[in-house]
């Protein structure tokens, strides 16, 4: 059984650019999570999701970045016209079902460098 | 609203030696609490966790730790220190009143010496 997968391990962007971060969570979990890391910090909760819907995103920025967890495939967290400010590790995690008990499984990051 | 302070930033130790962790948490609710270990470069391993079970829990690679509702506290410990536990580790608190989201605490950086 294949952990949490994301993808790219490491992306590199210019200022103004694009960010796509993908997360394909654990074998029959429904219930997808976005961390951030900042350098020298813990990681802080972005958004929650489950398929079609996201149930909590107070820990999103409230311009340039969403999220989504289609029906089909990854789940993917966009980050457009990025800053530097945006450079951090950015970790999914999966759980199968809401109950707060669940460990949640982390994938190994996306590490973003804005230049 | 959910909280955890984690009181050390660094913690160094010598291998073969006790090591400890402290963490305090706050909560609205009965608490679900983990411990999570991130080595360089790498993602999270859950080290163990708390859900209102017994009190004394005990983890992954020699790792336990005890929940103290009166002290609000979940520190970690392990009796002896091995060079592989040189890592960060965060302690993380979720409770129904936040849903199922984590919040973490700003971490320890562990230090083991030879």
């Known amino acids: 059984n294949a952990g949490v997968m994301q993808n790219p391990r490491h992306l590199v962007r210019r200022r103004g650019q694009e960010a796509r971060l993908r997360c394909s969570p654990m074998?029959?979990?429904?219930?997808v999570y976005w961390y951030r890391q900042l350098p020298e910090e813990g990681l802080k909760f972005m958004v929650y999701l489950q398929k079609e819907n996201i149930i909590d995103e107070s820990g999103m920025p409230k311009e340039r970045f969403s999220a989504e967890f289609p029906k089909e495939g990854p789940s993917i967290l966009r980050i457009q016209q990025v800053v530097r400010g945006d450079s951090a590790a950015y970790f999914c995690?999966?759980?199968?079902?809401?109950?707060?008990?669940?460990?949640?499984?982390f994938g190994p990051g996306t590490r973003l460098t804005v230049l | 609203a959910q909280s955890v302070t984690q009181l050390d930033s660094h913690v160094s130790v010598s291998e073969g030696t006790p090591v400890l962790l402290r963490c305090n948490y706050s909560?609205?609710?009965?608490?679900?609490l983990f411990w999570y270990v991130q080595h360089p470069n790498k993602g999270l391993q859950l080290l163990l966790k708390y859900t209102s079970a017994a009190t004394l829990v005990k983890g992954i690679n020699g790792f336990e730790a005890e929940f103290k509702k009166s002290e609000t506290s979940f520190h970690l410990t392990k009796p002896s220190a091995h060079m592989s536990d040189a890592a960060e580790y965060f302690c993380?608190?979720?409770?129904?009143?936040?849903?199922?989201?984590?919040?973490f605490g700003g971490g320890t950086r562990v230090l083991v010496k030879p």
């Open positions: 909560s609205s609710y009965s608490p679900s």
């Open positions: 993380v608190v979720s409770d129904k009143a936040a849903g199922n989201k984590l919040t």
């Open positions: 074998k029959g979990h429904s219930h």
């Open positions: 995690a999966s759980s199968p079902s809401q109950d707060a008990y669940n460990e949640q499984f």
